[in-house]
């Protein structure tokens, strides 16, 4: 669903099983009632950066968006991460994906600013910052 759910972008490919694999202490599934998929947040804790938890992927069913579940599933990955000792959540997104974008900086994230050919030529990314209190 993940190339359907990013409005036919081609992303699953960047979501290979080794998320699922090695992240899932760190990663959330939300179910419905009658076990089909309604959201998921793929997030580990940065080894490099010990301040930091990423999250690689956060989505939401189309059909479910606009009642809180994003923002739940973040809440969930910012008490596992103050618990592990943490201090703040780092994402990156696509300057296209202005839903994204939007969503971040309700939640309370620091925006950008737009790094160009940050995934490689013409793959400009945007990075965004939530710090934790
Ligand atoms: C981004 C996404 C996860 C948001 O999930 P959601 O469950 O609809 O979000 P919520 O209902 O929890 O919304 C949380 C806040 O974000 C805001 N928001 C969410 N979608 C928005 C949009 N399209 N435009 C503007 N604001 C938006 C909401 O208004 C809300 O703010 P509020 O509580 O102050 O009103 C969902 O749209 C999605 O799966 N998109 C495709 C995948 C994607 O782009 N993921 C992010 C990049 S990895």
Redesign the pocket.
């Known amino acids: 669903m993940v190339d359907d ?3 036919g972008r081609a992303m699953a490919a960047m979501l290979p099983r080794l998320f699922i694999d090695h992240f899932a202490q760190t990663s959330y599934v939300v179910e419905d009632a009658d076990g089909r998929l309604a ?1 998921f947040a793929v997030a580990f804790l940065s080894p490099d950066d010990v301040q930091t938890v990423y999250v690689h ?4 069913d189309p059909a ?9 599933l973040y809440a969930r990955v910012a008490r596992e991460a103050k618990a592990a000792g943490r201090s703040r959540i780092a ?1 990156v ?1 696509s300057p296209v ?1 202005t ?2 974008l ?2 971040h900086a ?2 309370g994230f620091e925006i950008g600013p737009v790094v160009p050919d940050y995934d490689g030529p013409g793959e400009d990314r945007v990075p965004m910052t939530w710090t934790l209190r």
């Not at 992927?57 to 939401?60: D, K, S």
């Open positions: 759910w990013w409005g959201g992927f956060i989505g939401v479910l968006r606009g009642s809180g579940l994003g923002r739940e994402a997104t994906n839903t994204s939007a969503f309700a939640l």
